[in-house]
């Protein structure tokens, strides 16, 4: 799994396919969303954050993993006819979350902030393939439909933290 994971970070389309046609594609997709969560908390429990603060982080991280799936999928396939499934979104989605791990490295050598924005391109980046492999969409409609599905969860996620 770790060599997927590699290579999904790297954007290799045999990544995100191998993930939307795996049988426990999602279950797999989940426990790497986790994953990645619980290795992003782990500064603020050293910090002293509570336990049940770092536990509402991570599922917090992997409901944020359904819903940007659930946008994408929906502005892939409705908005721009992709042919998919919302699980094997899901599944190859989760290959784009862990470049936010390079925002735990990228602190020291950055600001926080650039840190987070270099993530996040790299995030929407992994999106895109997703969305390309998972819906057999053209390059350019992939992108659209990964900008708008990032859009909608950056929104949504803003609009909760108020």
């Given at each position: 799994?770790?060599?997927?994971i590699?290579r999904?970070?790297?954007?290799?389309?045999?990544?995100?396919l191998?993930?939307?046609?795996?049988?426990?594609?999602?279950?797999?997709?989940a426990?790497?969303?986790?994953?990645?969560y619980?290795?992003?908390v782990?500064?603020a429990?050293?910090?002293?954050?509570?336990?049940?603060?770092?536990?509402?982080?991570?599922?917090?991280?992997?409901?944020g993993w359904v819903?940007?799936?659930?946008?994408?999928?929906?502005?892939?396939?409705?908005?721009?006819?992709?042919?998919?499934?919302?699980?094997?979104?899901?599944?190859?989605?989760?290959?784009?979350?862990?470049?936010?791990?390079?925002?735990?490295?990228?602190?020291?050598?950055?600001?926080?902030?650039?840190?987070?924005?270099?993530?996040?391109?790299?995030?929407l980046?992994?999106?895109w393939q997703?969305t390309?492999?998972?819906?057999?969409?053209?390059?350019?409609?992939a992108?659209a439909?990964a900008a708008?599905?990032?859009?909608?969860?950056?929104?949504?996620?803003?609009?909760?933290?108020?």
């Amino acid at each position: 799994m770790l060599r997927v994971i590699l290579r999904g970070a790297l954007l290799r389309r045999d990544a995100y396919l191998r993930m939307v046609l795996a049988r426990e594609g999602v279950a797999d997709g989940a426990m790497i969303v986790a994953v990645v969560y619980l290795v992003l908390v782990v500064p603020a429990v050293l910090g002293g954050a509570s336990l049940l603060a770092a536990a509402g982080f991570v599922v917090g991280g992997v409901f944020g993993w359904v819903v940007l799936s659930g946008l994408t999928y929906l502005a892939g396939r409705y908005v721009f006819e992709g042919d998919g499934t919302f699980p094997s979104v899901m599944a190859a989605a989760a290959l784009a979350f862990p470049p936010l791990l390079v925002a735990v490295a990228l602190r020291v050598i950055v600001t926080p902030r650039a840190a987070m924005l270099v993530a996040s391109v790299w995030l929407l980046a992994g999106l895109w393939q997703a969305t390309r492999v998972s819906l057999e969409l053209a390059p350019a409609r992939a992108a659209a439909a990964a900008a708008l599905g990032y859009g909608g969860w950056v929104l949504l996620s803003a609009l909760t933290s108020i």
